[in-house]
């Protein structure tokens, strides 16, 4: 249902634009977001975007990642600047949405396929 792309190696200081695009034809999308996943760590929330309200960023973006929706074509953009070596991650988009399944519409939390970005001189 929803298919990252956009990741690659950069030099610190570099950037990086991600996307995301939800297929299946939702029904309505409450929120689209983009997570992260460091080696050896958890998935972390790295910002969030609910419908109508403006974006929500974790405290280490600090003003360097920007995320951004088309909401006609269902994407989810996240840019990324200033990069640097600790924000080599796995990156996750995620989406609350109600799809149709079997003839009726259901609400459920969608992943996408991580897509790597790699910090590194």
């Known amino acids: 249902q929803l298919q990252a792309s956009g990741g690659g190696s950069v030099p610190p200081g570099g950037s990086l634009t991600l996307s995301c695009v939800a297929s299946g034809d939702p029904f309505s999308i409450n929120h689209m977001a983009w997570y992260r996943q460091q080696p050896g760590k958890q998935r972390q929330l790295v910002a969030i975007?609910?419908?109508?309200?403006?974006?929500r960023y974790a405290d280490f973006v600090k003003g360097r990642f920007a995320i951004s929706r088309d909401y006609e074509k269902n994407i989810v953009f996240l840019q990324l600047s200033s990069l640097m070596p600790e924000d080599t991650a796995d990156y996750y988009c995620n989406a609350d949405m109600v799809v149709p399944v079997n003839g009726r519409y259901l609400r459920d939390d969608y992943w996408g396929q991580g897509t790597l970005v790699t910090v590194s001189s």
């Open positions: 975007m609910s419908t109508g309200r403006s974006p």
